[in-house]
């Protein structure tokens, strides 16, 4: 599989969490919906169907920018210029890893 490809799925594995987390209604998706008036700029209206649905847009970026840390340190660490298809692929395993974390954290 290309890197492209591989990135897509890592960003599916990310959405896909997210959205179990707000479908599910847990914990973490609770928290950050709870926090909207931190993050949620004001001028835009404390709508609750645009807020629920924002929530778990942050909970896809920021898994998203968690598992990324993994394969950027590999990428740093092995001298690659280019991503390659094995930092993908630890993306996509931090991506699996955090997002199985959060859904186990959320719901417990």
Known sequence: MTPQGLFVLTMGVCL?????????GSLL??????A??????E?????LSVLIYASSLVIA???????GVPAALY???????ETTVASMTIWLVSAVLVT???LAIGFA
């Open 16 to 24: 896909g969490g997210s959205l179990l987390h707000m479908i599910g």
């Open 29 to 34: 998706f609770r928290m950050v919906l709870a």
């Open 36 to 41: 909207a008036p931190l993050w949620w700029p």
């Open 43 to 47: 001028i835009f209206g404390y709508y």
């Open 61 to 67: 970026t920021v898994t998203l920018m968690l598992s």
């Open 75 to 81: 990428e740093r660490l092995s001298g690659t210029r």
């Open 100 to 102: 199985v974390a959060g």
